[in-house]
């Protein structure tokens, strides 16, 4: 019994220790955009650029003149991009997660 109570304590305290790790990309229960631009989007859209698709990067009036002004078009890009570029289901990437990305790219990349 002694045996049974004390791998349940210790299998109950490395779920608890573990727990944290789940919410990592969470500040305060909101999703970190950056965080998440990193780790989906910064290998090919470093520093707002686009390995790709040079002409295609991240700013304002490149992104304005490729007809995306808001958050819901950034999400709709990540969901049904063009020829190049990864497609980021809600099963990859959520919905909350691909809003903060927008979010991100529209406050950070001019």
């Known amino acids: 019994m002694k045996k049974l109570v004390a791998v349940s304590v210790a299998m109950l305290s490395l779920t608890v220790l573990a727990t ?3 919410s ?3 500040k305060g229960g909101k ?3 950056k965080h998440e ?3 989906h989007c910064a290998a090919c859209h470093p520093g707002g650029k686009n ?3 040079p002409a295609k990067s991240l700013g304002k009036p490149v992104l304005a003149a490729n007809g995306i ?3 819901a078009d950034i999400v709709a890009k990540m969901r049904n991009p063009g020829p190049g570029m ?3 289901t809600p099963q990859a990437v959520s919905d909350a997660e691909a809003k903060a990305i927008a979010q991100y790219i529209l406050k950070t990349f001019k």
């Open 24 to 26: 990592d990309t969470k």
């Open 37 to 39: 631009f990193q780790e």
């Open 69 to 71: 002004k808001t958050e």
């Open 20 to 22: 944290p790790g789940f």
């Open 31 to 33: 999703v970190d955009g």
């Open 86 to 88: 990864t497609k980021f």
């Open 51 to 53: 390995i790709v698709t």
